[in-house]
């Protein structure tokens, strides 16, 4: 075997060599995440949720929104393409390497064309890793985008509203309704608030529910407020309560409207939500830092086997080339 014949080989088990190399750290340098939820004190959320407000509207990601979901951070299939490409480029070369050392010299045209599709494998596989590395995967910082804007909050304390106006039938805390019952035990006592508005007189929120318009103590004339409003009401015996608060709404009663304290609520969780948002982001930012650099790593490996798969191909012309005037004189000897 000539010099040049060897150092083609020597390519060629380089080519096969880096090729092994991109799917074996393919593989191993795989970056996985680890899914960081978003863990905050959601107790108003799911208590809005009990009297018909419903998170869909109002939920963790709209006070805080992620911009970008992970799963979308590492191609799947570019990592198949990956191994893929990588594996046909390691037969082609394989082939080559065959022909070469079998010195079949009729298949001159065969190893060319196997190793022009080794170089078209190495740059297009080269340019998804460029492609992939250079990609902009970042989280931008936590926006509250909710908490002040005004339409967000005119639109919760409609919703809260038209809750109480439909639902509240009872100042008991055992009925058969889900939505009045959550009133009383997640807001008034739960909450120490009244009605949505503020409660200034006998005339509030409670006028346009069922409790006062359909049955309750309210519609008999018995109740301005519902009991569970008043700080001296106990569960056990509601008929303890003191009058002076439900009957005539004189004092003892939570005079805050709900309204006023979920927002002062949400409000108070803003900044937890928000900084828990940007540890969450902060161990995202990481990870999309670990997918580009692990790109770029195999762009540089990638590149050496274009750059291998190149250089072959030219020396090989050279040898052809050789080989022909070499032919050409042993052709010409003949005749003479």
């Keep these: 075997m000539t010099r040049l014949k060897k150092v083609i080989a020597g390519l060629l088990v380089l080519i096969l060599l880096i090729n092994a190399a991109v799917i074996i750290v393919a593989f191993l340098l795989r970056p996985k995440h680890r899914i960081h939820k978003l863990t905050v004190d959601n ?55 065959l022909i070469l050392l079998k010195a079949k010299e009729g298949w001159r045209l065969i190893w060319m064309i196997l190793l022009a599709i080794c170089i078209v494998l190495s740059i297009v596989t080269t340019v998804l890793f460029v492609t992939q ?144 948002q940007k540890e969450q982001q902060k161990n995202q930012n990481k990870y999309f830092k670990d997918v580009t650099i692990y790109w770029k790593i195999l762009s540089y490996i990638k590149g050496a086997s274009c750059l291998c798969s190149i250089s072959c191909f030219i020396l090989s012309v050279i040898l052809f080339k050789k080989c022909q005037n070499k032919d050409t004189k042993t052709e010409m000897k003949t005749m003479k």
Aim: proline share 4%; glycine share 4%; aromatic share 10%.
């Design 43 to 97: 107790s108003i959320l799911t208590d809005l949720e009990r009297i018909g407000v419903q998170t869909g509207v109002l939920n963790v990601d709209d006070l805080v929104p992620v911009n970008e979901p992970l799963d979308s951070a590492f191609s799947q299939k570019v990592f198949i393409s990956t191994i893929g490409l990588s594996g046909i480029e390691i037969l082609m070369s394989l082939l080559v390497l």
């Design 133 to 276: 590395s250079v990609k902009q995967r970042r989280l931008e910082d936590p926006i509250d985008k909710n908490l002040n804007n005004s339409e967000f909050f005119i639109k919760l304390k409609s919703n809260m509203s038209a809750s109480l106006t439909k639902n509240y039938t009872s100042d008991s805390t055992d009925t058969d309704n889900n939505v009045s019952d959550s009133w009383n035990l997640r807001f008034f006592i739960g909450r120490n608030c009244c009605a949505v508005n503020p409660i200034n007189s006998t005339t509030n929120d409670f006028d346009t529910t069922p409790w006062c318009t359909t049955s309750g103590d309210c519609q008999m004339t018995n109740s301005q407020i519902p009991k569970t409003c008043c700080a001296s009401y106990n569960a056990k015996n509601p008929s303890e309560t003191n009058s002076r608060c439900y009957e005539y709404v004189e004092s003892g009663f939570y005079k805050m409207g709900c309204f006023n304290v979920v927002k002062r609520e949400l409000q108070f969780h803003k900044d937890d939500y928000i900084q828990r």
